[in-house]
């Protein structure tokens, strides 16, 4: 994710000699390593389950899509929900690839297990083009992503088959390093942003009146109103801040903006269902090492000021002795965790079977913000947190 290359940016400053982002995106292009110059590193994608009865509880362990003659293109209509979406890498340093897989590509998994590719995403590889970020509606029944023969971004509704282009081209190079995308409920609108933060701007697309409003690169997006007129975003280094744009559709510009800074280093989850709420892990840098674990509570934080309102610890999910990126929300009042277990390895020859196949495990939490209790949803398998996407929070690679 985006605020994982900010955050470790900033605190390097607190670690003397350890280029604690240099090191990070040597080791991600090692386990990326293809024939030609590979691409530049991604961020982490993840959001929330649309319905946790419904979400399909999948090994930990490679699943059907890395065996021959199992995986096919997405077909043109008929698809049901989405559990999930993971994009593949081909090439590991150890080892052979899974037999079928295609460099740089997404695989999309239903809910009742049956796994495709999504063949018009844009994929990486040795040509050195950007993987498309991808992301799915919290229904799990519209996918968005970059078509690389259209040369824009589309949303497809996976059961009739239509795709609504964005109504303006978005050249290849626009992707930057990281790209992000985010996708409201209905499919109308998307909400595309990069990083580094380059000239080319990011973009507000109304899928359905065919309009575009630009927005400030290097933010990544974590809510959107259900009328597209207010947006929240969120930015992490040199420091936490949040910005909140309203009136986006009623004037000629970008609307009216408001940001605040947040005192110290957080991660934050997907816009509240209110709103309003917003919560947040807190990055903590380990002790006499360059690396960066989560905080053991969730932190509440106003939106409109960027104080931290309360700590709630939490239970039955330990924080510590598991990196945790918040997603969006599985409720009214709790907020879905990805969690994988916290290594600490400053290596640069740190070895690449984490990321590269075989897969890992990675456990979503449904967390309740008030009480902290912590229930398991559902555990994937995926070549890392950057290659993983549920529904209903913004999609990146």
């Known amino acids: 994710m985006t605020w994982l290359r900010a955050v470790l940016d900033d605190m390097a400053d607190d670690a003397p000699q350890v280029d604690l982002t240099e090191r990070t995106i040597r080791a991600r292009e090692r386990r990326r390593r293809v024939a ?64 079928g897989c295609v460099n740089g590509g997404w695989r999309v998994v239903t809910r009742d297990g ?84 380059l000239k080319d701007p990011a973009m507000l697309f109304d899928m359905r009146e065919r309009m575009v409003r630009f927005l400030p690169n290097d933010w990544d997006p974590i809510g959107l109103s259900p009328d597209g007129d207010t947006i929240t975003l969120a930015k992490y280094a040199p420091k936490t801040r949040l910005q909140t744009i309203s009136h986006l559709w009623r004037t000629s510009t970008a609307g009216n903006a408001r940001t605040v800074d947040v005192t110290g280093h957080y991660q934050v989850g997907g816009l509240g269902p209110d709103g309003r709420t917003v919560v947040a892990v807190e990055s903590v840098k380990v002790t006499g090492s360059g690396c960066v674990r989560s905080g053991g509570a969730l932190v509440h934080l106003d939106r409109e000021t960027g104080k931290v ?23 009214p009042q709790e907020i879905t965790a990805l969690a994988t277990p916290f290594t600490c390895n400053e290596s640069d020859d740190a070895p690449a079977s984490s990321f590269d196949p075989p897969y890992a495990p990675f456990t979503a939490y449904a967390v309740n913000v008030e009480t902290g209790k912590a229930r398991k949803l559902a555990t994937y398998t995926a070549q890392g947190f950057f290659e993983l996407v549920l ?3 913004p999609g990146t690679l």
């Not at 799915?136 to 970059?146: L, P």
């Not at 309102?309 to 409720?331: C, D, E, I, K, Q």
Request: charged residues 20%.
């Open 114 to 197: 049956k796994t495709y590719r999504v063949g018009q995403a844009l994929r990486g590889g040795s040509s050195g083009l950007r993987t498309s970020p991808l992301a799915i509606s919290r229904d799990g029944r519209k996918v968005a992503y970059y078509d690389a023969k259209a040369g824009t971004f589309a949303v497809r509704d996976l059961t009739s088959g239509a795709v609504l282009l964005a109504p303006t081209k978005v050249p290849r190079q626009w992707l930057g390093s990281i790209a992000q995308l985010l996708l409201s409920d209905d499919g109308r609108f998307v909400a595309f942003s990069k990083a580094p933060a």
């Open 36 to 99: 030609a110059p590979v691409v530049a590193t991604a961020s982490v994608v993840a959001v929330a389950l649309a319905a946790t009865a419904a979400v399909r509880l999948l090994p930990a362990e490679p699943d059907a899509a890395a065996r021959p003659g199992t995986v096919t293109d997405l077909p043109a209509r008929g698809v049901g929900p989405l559990s999930h979406a993971y994009a593949t890498f081909c090439r590991p340093e150890d080892g052979e690839a899974p037999s």
């Open 391 to 393: 529904p209903g929070f």
């Open 309 to 331: 309102l309360r700590r709630v610890p939490v239970r039955g999910l330990s924080m510590t002795a598991n990196f945790v990126h918040l997603r969006s929300w599985a409720g």
